[in-house]
């Protein structure tokens, strides 16, 4: 499963890095053709958000499966921050 999701997330920096240059490694989402005579000539736009999207779903589920999935963490209350913050302070002085 650590395989897994270190397969999946080294995917997930391949797209992001290929949006990030304005090409795409996973399949067309919209294409077309044009003809000019005899040639018929084809574009496409890659499909970067659904690859990235399975990518993650893929490296969430490979985590959750190990136990290592996200939580979320606790929210402080404002008077506990405000202490935090002035004990933080007056201990660098």
Do not use: H, W
Not at 10 to 18: K, N, R
Not at 28 to 54: E, F, I, K, M, Q
Request: hydrophobic share 45%; net charge positive.
């Amino acid at each position: 499963m650590i395989e897994l999701a270190q397969l999946a997330r080294g995917c997930t920096m391949l797209v992001l890095a290929q949006a990030a240059q304005g090409s795409g490694i996973a399949g067309g989402r919209r294409s077309g053709s044009t003809r000019d005579g005899d040639v018929v000539r084809r574009a496409s736009d890659p499909d970067l958000a659904a690859a990235l999207a399975r990518f993650m779903a893929v490296e969430a589920g490979a985590l959750k499966a190990i136990g290592l999935d996200r939580r979320a963490k606790p929210v402080q209350g404002l008077y506990e921050y405000a202490a935090a913050k002035a004990a933080a302070k007056r201990s660098n002085t």
